[in-house]
């Protein structure tokens, strides 16, 4: 025989289930009387003030894929491959369109995007890279796709449920490096 309080427990959660789906009115009424007020406590500011700087070191991680991406797809244009030097461009330009997206929530949160070009290698986490030879290319694409999904899987984490709109920016661009990844992937496995 089951327990009372297992019972009690169970009849509290089918009901629960079967109640029809309400909004959190106290919620809203919190919302209605602080919409105006743009005051945040210490620890909210701090916690926006890390945010930007994350998003800041992706923009700059972004910037530094164009011109890697860039560079690849003119001197690739030489070793007689027009698809993948074709695809390059391709991939720049995505990473441009993750820079501007990057840049756009930064001064939704209150902060300044930094487009520095002076630190822009030290606050990237994926290199520049000059090689001449389409295979190395190749490689040297595919550590930085990995290494942006390993920096953008950790800050879909690190901002978890406390802003939403944040996390739907990252996990896009998340999908789009996965994307990129498994191209290169494949082009080397040709
Ligand atoms: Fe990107
Ligand atoms: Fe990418």
Redesign the pocket.
């Known amino acids: 025989m089951a327990h009372p309080h297992e019972t009690a427990g169970l009849t509290q959660l089918s009901l629960a289930e079967h109640a029809p789906p309400a909004l959190d009115n106290v919620a809203l009424d919190l919302v209605r009387r602080q919409a105006l007020q743009q005051r945040h406590s210490t620890a909210e500011l701090l916690w926006r003030k890390g945010l930007v700087k994350l998003l800041n070191d992706a923009l700059a991680t972004?910037l530094v894929?164009v011109m890697r991406y860039k560079r690849h797809h003119f001197t690739a244009h030489g070793l007689n491959s027009p698809h993948i030097a074709e695809e390059f461009a391709v991939h720049a330009s995505?990473?441009m369109g993750?820079a501007d997206r990057l840049a756009r929530r930064i001064v939704q949160l209150g902060g300044e995007p930094d487009f520095s070009p002076e630190t822009l290698l030290q606050r990237s986490h994926a290199a520049y890279d000059a090689t001449l030879e389409l295979a190395a290319m190749i490689r040297a694409n595919l550590v930085a796709e990995r290494v942006?999904v390993e920096g953008y899987s950790q800050m879909v984490r690190l901002v978890g449920d406390r802003d939403p709109t944040t996390r739907r920016l990252l996990e896009d661009?998340l999908a789009?490096?996965q994307k990129h990844a498994d191209e290169l992937q494949g082009w080397l496995a040709d």
């Open positions: 972004e894929c995505e990473e993750h942006a661009i789009d490096e």
